[in-house]
């Protein structure tokens, strides 16, 4: 059975900070595309950042400078480094798992993230 178990989320001020982490089981991070996505209140869910096996990286514009995405092969988990965080960043966030051709595709159950005074 593939879990994907998200945590690391919370209140934060305004500039603050933030790590996520993706604990995964059932599946080996390093194989999959690790994303992570987020739906903020009213709003359609986005992708934030992308993680490719060959460990190239992409980023949602408004995430770039702040955000950075990684992986540990031996924890087997992802993580989501959330810098000079914003009120705009306010969602719940979502770690997914994406085999590509193989259409495997797993999400955690979500984490919530809000940022304000």
């Known amino acids: 059975q593939v879990q994907l178990v998200e945590s690391g989320g919370g209140l934060v001020q305004p500039g603050g900070s933030l790590r996520l982490s993706c604990a995964a089981s059932g599946i080996y991070v390093d194989f999959y595309i690790m994303n992570w996505y987020r739906q903020g209140p009213g709003k359609r869910r986005e992708l934030v950042a992308s993680?490719?096996?060959?460990?190239?990286?992409n980023y949602l514009d408004s995430v770039k400078g702040r955000f950075s995405i990684s992986r540990d092969k031996v924890k087997n988990q992802a993580y989501l480094q959330m810098n000079n965080l914003k009120p705009d960043d306010t969602a719940v966030y979502y770690c997914?798992?994406?085999?590509?051709?193989?259409?495997?595709?797993?999400w955690g159950q979500g984490i919530q993230v809000t940022v304000s005074s």
């Open positions: 993680i490719a096996v060959n460990e190239s990286a």
């Open positions: 997914n798992a994406n085999g590509g051709v193989t259409g495997r595709d797993y």
